[in-house]
Every structure is written in C-alpha cells, then in structure tokens.
C-alpha cells in the first residue's frame, strides 16, 4: 500500500505533514498583527464625529480588503486552471475562495457592530452591505458546490466559472458607495482618510495580508494532502477491481 | 464610555474568528496527513 502512494505523488513535490517555515510564517503573521492592533489602538486619536468608534476601522477595513485580495486570486487561478488544465491552479483557487469567504463574513459582522452605534442600525439593505452580502452567497455557492461534486475534474470547472463570475463582483462591491446613495462612507483611500490614521490602518493591512497568505498557504497544503490521499484511494480501488476477476479465474 | 463595547467586541470577534479558522486548518492538515500515512487500507505502514 505503502508503494502505491509513493507512485501517485511522483512528479511533483511530495507534500509532508506540516512544513516547518508555514508554523513559523502563521507565528510570525499573528504577532505581527497583534502589534499592529496595539500601534494602532494607542495610537490613533479619537474621530471628531465617531469619536473611538473610529478604531473598529482598523479591522473591518483591512479584512475587507484581504477578502478582495483573496478573490483576485480566485479570478486569476480559475482563468489559469481553465488555461492549462492543471490542479495546481484549482487548488490555490479553492483555498483562497475559503479564506476569502471567512475574511467576507468577517467583515459583514464587524461592520454591523460599527453599524450599531453609528447608524443605529446593526443592519440595512445598503448597496454596499447587500453587494458585500451577495459576494459572500457567492462564494458559499462556490464551497457547498465543491464539497458535493465527486468528480474532481468536473469539480475544477464548475468551480472556475463561478469563482471567475463571482470574483467579477468584487469592483462592484468597491464601487458600490461611489455608483449608489449609500450609508457606508466612501472608500478608504489617502483623500478620504485624515494621515492621523493612515498609518495604522496601513500597518494592519499588511498584517491582515501576512495572515491571509499564511491561511492561503496552509489550506492549499492541505488540500494537496487531500487530493494525495483522494488518488491513492482511487487507484487502490482500482487496483483491486482489476485484481478480482483474475482469483475468481484461479477458483 | 459607551462605545468601547463595540471596539472590544469587533477585536475579540477578530481574533475568535481569525483563530478558530487558523487552528481548523492546522487539525484538518494534520488529519489529512494521517490518512495519507495509513493508505486507503487505513492501516499504519
């Protein structure tokens, strides 16, 4: 048995357990974003009219943003798979739509705890809250489809069209509060945002970005290890249907 | 005052959320790294 999973993962890298520089990437991600947090926190002075509301901004903008980092690589490995066939590029897209999936949930809840107080409301059919929220259906399309689709090349399609089809939503999604009279204020961006906060929020998006790409990072891993496993099953299977009727032949 | 509830909770749910996804990864990883090691037989080699 041993001999048939060598077999299977000959040709590329044999993926081990847990490689050792991932641990210490996800550390090195999470301290990192621990202390852009408390730059941050400290920091930054009270918002003339949220007041500290303000540093909520610090999470929910930057985890909005990773979860559109995050669909770019889904639109980007999806036209490759569908480009060059390979698996390699389904299963970054698939890793990536995960992560970017949790980070779009993420974002829908811290920005109904900032709604809250600011709006009075911890939810509204906005053009930004509900394009965010269409995104996010989008995406757990994406997921429900691969977890029930066994064929795994018929399951790299499928999932390609949608995640290139739903990652198309994500300009709209950013331009939502310029195209649509909104409640959300307008993107973050140098000409919106007093420099007061600039670097903070800067400093926690590339903590957010080192999180995300050790979460993409570890997905993928594992999802490598799953499909191993999936092929040596499949040629197990194999293998003894071919074997079978040649002992019925033998009896 | 009554706004730091909301700065806790929104940092707390970060962190709830960012950690129970980080740590999920790291036990399905090492649960699909078992079933590579046992085989389809689902023995030890």
Not at chain 1, 114 to 140: I, N, Q
Request: glycine share 6%; aromatic share 12%.
């Amino acid at each position: 048995m041993r001999d048939t999973l060598e077999v299977q993962l000959e040709g590329e890298a044999k993926p081990s357990g847990r490689p050792r520089w991932l641990t210490l990437l996800g550390f090195a991600a999470f301290t990192f974003l621990a202390a852009a947090q408390a730059y941050a926190v400290w920091s930054s002075p009270p918002d003339r009219d949220m007041g500290n509301l303000q540093k909520i901004m610090y999470v929910h903008v930057p985890a909005a943003w990773t979860a559109f980092l995050c669909f770019f690589i889904v639109f980007g490995a999806s036209i490759r798979y569908l480009w060059t066939g390979r698996d390699k590029h389904d299963l970054i897209a698939a890793a990536a739509a995960e992560v970017g999936a949790v980070l779009t949930a993420l974002t829908l809840l811290l920005g109904s705890i900032w709604g809250r107080p600011t709006w009075g409301v911890w939810w509204t059919w906005d053009a930004r809250l509900t394009s965010t929220a269409v995104l996010l259906v989008v995406f757990v399309g994406y997921l429900t489809l691969r977890a029930f689709t066994d064929d795994p090349r018929r399951r790299a399609r499928w999932s390609a069209a949608i995640g290139i089809l739903g990652a198309l939503n994500v300009p709209i999604v950013y331009m939502s509060v310029t195209w649509w009279r909104t409640l959300h204020q307008m993107q973050s961006t140098p000409r919106t945002l007093s420099p007061a906060y600039m670097s903070g929020l800067h400093l926690n998006s590339l903590a957010a970005f080192f999180v995300v790409v050790y979460l993409i990072l570890q997905r993928y891993h594992t999802a490598r290890l799953e499909r191993a496993a999936e092929e040596s099953l499949d040629t197990a299977v194999l293998g003894f249907m071919q074997v079978e009727p040649l002992e019925v032949s033998h009896v | 005052m009554s706004e730091w509830p909301y700065i806790i909770a929104s940092y707390v749910l970060t962190w709830v959320v960012l950690g129970s996804f980080a740590t999920y990864l790291v036990s399905r990883n090492a649960s699909a790294h078992r079933v590579l090691r046992r085989g389809p037989s689902g023995l030890e080699p």
